[in-house]
């Protein structure tokens, strides 16, 4: 009786509808989730890098689709042959290659998804010099220039006692030498917790810096200022104010991007904002909530998620920030929570869910989610 059972199951499983043998089909294994960084290429597509170390890429339309990675970690290939191990920042050029900060190294990905190793070894450690030779600790954000310099921040990590919380900025050249960025002398340059990274149209790189509340400006040739912020001027209650930058302040700038026409946005997770910083200004384009001080002295905005116009739209702890060819801004939310929503803020100002995983306890795992 169990073996004709069992036959049945199988008959009926071959005589279902096609769209009734995969309802339930996850549609998309291992999604995007607890998501760090975002980029748009020049044909609209975006990439996101996430904790299950894949990167996804997401059509114009909002379909996502894995790209790269799911081998073992660390191997180059091509698509999902390869393998990263702590994949987080994410920069892309002028011909779509893609680069990541993968642990201690970086890797390149090419528009057809060959990864390759470019800089950086398996054995961590704090080495200038030839891109091959050279050594990283742990790098979180990337960026790169039009000439192609790649920057990166390393996590300063002592033996004794772990990640002191501060970050070097590693410049790597064209060329491929690996170079770390002094303070304007012989020290070393170093940012508490640094988080979005960008560089602009004359090769200027710009930090956040988000633990002292302000925002960085390094030149090609190094000269170190501040674009906007109140740099250490305070430790906790650091309490937003828009206006000249000569006297806004800034809470926690978080993801970085910069528009066609030279203007800076970020992300705020705290004050679950998208700021612009322009004509010597900083201003609010998106977001609101009430402000609350009882868990914070200076204070943080109530978590939401809305979409609509840009400055009643709500977010939920917003992070990494990418422009596309079009001008819209596509942001990384709630993730703070194991979820990854990718939210656009289009040229006109309107507030969308763009593509959106959740888990789904059905299927133990990342889904899209309508």
């Known amino acids: 009786m169990k073996k004709i059972f069992l036959f049945r199951l199988v008959l009926l499983a071959f005589l279902l509808p096609a769209n009734k043998m995969t309802a339930q089909t996850p549609k998309l294994t291992g999604a995007f989730a607890a998501s760090f960084g975002i980029v748009a290429d020049s044909k609209g597509n975006l990439f996101v890098t996430g904790r299950n170390n894949k990167i ?48 201690p190294c970086i890797r390149k990905i090419t528009p057809d998804a060959v990864v390759t190793t470019i800089a950086g070894t398996r054995n961590a450690g704090y080495k200038d010099g030839d891109r091959l030779t050279a050594t990283f600790v742990n790098l979180e954000n990337i960026a790169i220039d039009n000439n192609g310099t790649i920057y ?48 602009d149209a004359a090769g200027n790189l710009y930090v956040n810096a988000s633990v002292s509340h302000c925002i960085k400006k390094i030149s090609p040739s190094g000269i170190i200022t501040t674009l906007a912020g109140q740099c250490d001027k305070t430790i906790f209650n650091s309490v937003y104010k828009e206006g000249p930058v000569s006297s806004a302040v800034l809470t926690n700038p978080s993801g970085m991007a910069i528009a066609k026409n030279g203007d800076i946005y970020i992300s705020d997770s705290r004050l679950n904002r998208i700021i612009k910083i322009a004509n010597n200004k900083v201003t609010t384009v998106a977001g609101t909530g009430k402000f609350n001080f009882s868990g914070n002295p200076a204070g943080a905005a109530e978590p939401g998620y809305a979409d609509g116009k840009a400055l009643m739209a709500r977010f939920d702890s917003p992070n990494a920030i ?14 703070n929570s194991n979820n990854s929503y990718i939210r656009k803020l289009s040229a006109d100002g309107i507030v969308t869910t763009f593509c959106k995983h959740e888990w789904n306890p059905k299927t133990s795992q990342y889904e899209e989610a309508e």
């Not at 970050?167 to 002398?185: C, H, L, Q």
């Not at 596309?324 to 993730?335: A, H, K, P, Q, V």
Request: with cysteine.
């Open 56 to 103: 996804i890429k997401i059509s114009p339309a909002g379909k996502a689709e894995l790209f790269a990675g799911g081998a073992r970690m660390g191997k180059d290939g091509k698509a999902n042959q390869a393998g990263f191990n702590d994949a987080e920042g994410i920069a892309i050029d002028a011909a779509d290659n893609l680069y990541v900060a993968d642990g």
């Open 322 to 335: 990418a422009f596309d060819r079009n001008g819209n801004l596509y942001i990384i939310d709630r993730s």
């Open 152 to 199: 990166v921040t390393d996590n300063e990590w002592t033996n004794n006692q772990g990640s002191s919380g501060y970050y070097v900025i590693r410049k790597i050249s064209a060329e491929g030498m690996v170079t770390t960025i002094k303070n304007g002398n012989d020290s070393v340059l170093r940012l508490h917790y640094p988080r979005g990274m960008a560089c």
